[in-house]
């Protein structure tokens, strides 16, 4: 089975660049997560989406950040304009809502300079 | 506030023995999950071991075992044997319950280090 699948793995971009981290939940899952992993301040919850409608979005740091789950097998998280400040590690994950474990995708890792 | 605690920012075990690593919680709500992941060097989260708040039993997956005590809000994952592929971040989380959408919270982590 395939797992959650995200794109790119790896990203460097110039300050100021529009960047687009995707994301592919498990078949059959309906509610989506995205969080941040830096060294500073852990894993943090951006936002999370269930049945393709977002939930909660009071992690998003600021307007410079917009996610979007048009459908239920897919999901962006868009920076613009990127600074470096958001050079971090962004998993995607999801679940079943009728089971309680999340699955993670295996990371973008983003670096602004 | 903090939900999830993680007191040890790094432990140290030898290989082969058992090892503890804490984690305790905070929620007024009388549904929730209680998860470890653990994440390599490589970077990858990987899911452990769960309990629900209404299990009468510890969970457990070969090596690992949840030790719940509901009362004092602790969720502690045992090691038993541990093995040197066991060194990395060990991370506690909670699911809380919720008729539309359950957040999902993680503690600071525990970077654990099996010496040979």
């Given at each position: 089975d395939a797992g959650v699948i995200q794109s790119p793995r790896h990203e460097v971009t110039e300050m100021g660049q529009e960047v687009?981290?995707?994301?592919?939940?498990?078949?059959?899952?309906?509610?989506?997560?995205?969080?941040?992993?830096?060294?500073?301040r852990g894993l943090e919850l951006l936002i999370y989406f269930n049945n393709n409608v977002p939930i909660d979005d009071s992690?998003?740091?600021?307007?410079?950040?917009?996610?979007?789950?048009?459908?239920?097998?897919?999901?962006?998280?868009k920076?613009?304009?990127?600074?470096?400040?958001?050079s971090a590690v962004y998993f995607c994950a999801s679940?079943?809502?009728?089971?309680n474990t999340i699955y993670f995708g295996e990371g973008s890792w983003l670096t602004v300079v | 506030a903090q939900k999830i605690t993680q007191t040890q920012p790094g432990?140290?075990?030898?290989?082969?023995?058992?090892?503890?690593?804490?984690?305790?919680?905070?929620?007024?709500d009388p549904s929730y999950g209680l998860f470890w992941y653990k994440q390599?060097?490589?970077?990858?989260?990987?899911?452990?071991?769960?309990?629900?708040s209404y299990d009468q039993q510890n969970a457990t997956e070969g090596r690992y075992s949840l030790n719940f005590q509901k009362a004092r809000k602790s969720a502690n994952l045992v090691i038993s044997a541990s093995q040197l592929g066991d060194s990395a971040m060990y991370f506690c989380a909670m699911r809380e319950g919720g008729?539309?959408?359950?957040?999902?919270?993680?503690?600071?982590?525990?970077?654990?280090?099996?010496?040979?």
């Open positions: 687009t981290l995707r994301c592919k939940p498990i078949s059959g899952h309906n509610s989506l997560f995205w969080y941040r992993q830096t060294m500073m992690g998003m740091p600021e307007d410079r950040f917009s996610a979007k789950m048009p459908n239920a097998s897919f999901s962006t998280l920076i613009q304009p990127s600074e470096p400040r958001d679940s079943w809502d009728s089971r | 432990m140290f075990v030898q290989e082969k023995e058992a090892v503890t690593l804490d984690c305790t919680y905070d929620t007024s390599p060097s490589s970077g990858e989260m990987i899911f452990l071991i769960y309990q629900g008729n539309y959408g359950q957040n999902f919270v993680f503690g600071p982590g525990t970077r654990l280090s099996v010496l040979p």
